[in-house]
């Protein structure tokens, strides 16, 4: 009976990890994110619905907002939050700019100047969040998400929401204070 009891709760458990969405986080551990109370959020990679658009920029914005962060216009914001999404084709979204360019890496903002771009290739449905310091133009967040915007507006609204939440469930992130060496 025990044995049959772990078989049946091991294949509930599987299910439910299957089910799961796959949202990832990474940050800049150096960055002291205390810094950072307003924020302004825009679509840097369109997937083709600006209606789930829309709804993936109030997620988000509800999610920082719920974290003590204000959302103001661009130009008096201390972050910057960009949003990129591929629903019909996979999409490279790493392009980091040196010497003269002051642009956030997408949306094409800032100074011309050398860009190089690493090629990665993400599922389709798959959603980033990108959060720069607007002073210095760093990116010091990434998020991602498989499976959570589609061209199809009504299976995004409860994905974005759920996606968003997971991204941000332990935001800000704190710096990871150095290991003293013996």
């Known amino acids: 009976m025990i044995a049959r009891s772990s078989v049946v709760a091991s294949v509930i458990l599987f299910g439910l990890m299957v089910m799961a969405q796959d949202v990832n986080t990474d940050y800049d551990h150096n960055f002291d994110f205390s810094q950072l109370h307003t924020f302004a959020v825009s679509i840097g990679t369109p997937w083709g619905n600006p209606l789930t658009e829309q709804r993936a920029k109030d997620a988000v914005t509800k999610a920082l907002?719920?974290?003590g962060w204000k959302p103001v216009d661009e130009d008096s914001a201390d972050a910057r939050v960009v949003i990129h999404g591929?629903?019909?084709?996979?999409?490279?979204?790493?392009?980091?700019?040196?010497?003269?360019?002051?642009?956030?890496?997408?949306?094409?903002?800032?100074?011309?100047?050398?860009?190089?771009?690493?090629?990665?290739?993400?599922?389709?449905?798959?959603?980033?969040?990108?959060?720069?310091?607007?002073?210095?133009?760093?990116?010091?967040?990434?998020?991602?998400?498989?499976?959570?915007?589609?061209?199809?507006?009504?299976?995004?609204?409860?994905?974005?929401?759920?996606?968003?939440?997971?991204?941000?469930?332990?935001?800000?992130?704190?710096?990871?204070?150095?290991?003293?060496?013996?």
């Open 65 to 67: 907002t719920e974290k």
């Open 86 to 182: 591929a629903t019909e084709q996979k999409h490279s979204l790493n392009t980091f700019y040196s010497g003269g360019w002051h642009g956030y890496g997408y949306g094409g903002f800032g100074d011309p100047g050398t860009a190089t771009t690493t090629v990665n290739e993400y599922k389709v449905g798959t959603m980033v969040v990108d959060i720069f310091d607007a002073h210095s133009k760093k990116l010091v967040f990434r998020g991602t998400g498989q499976d959570e915007v589609s061209s199809k507006p009504d299976k995004n609204t409860k994905k974005i929401d759920k996606a968003a939440d997971k991204m941000f469930k332990d935001f800000p992130p704190q710096a990871k204070e150095s290991k003293k060496e013996s």
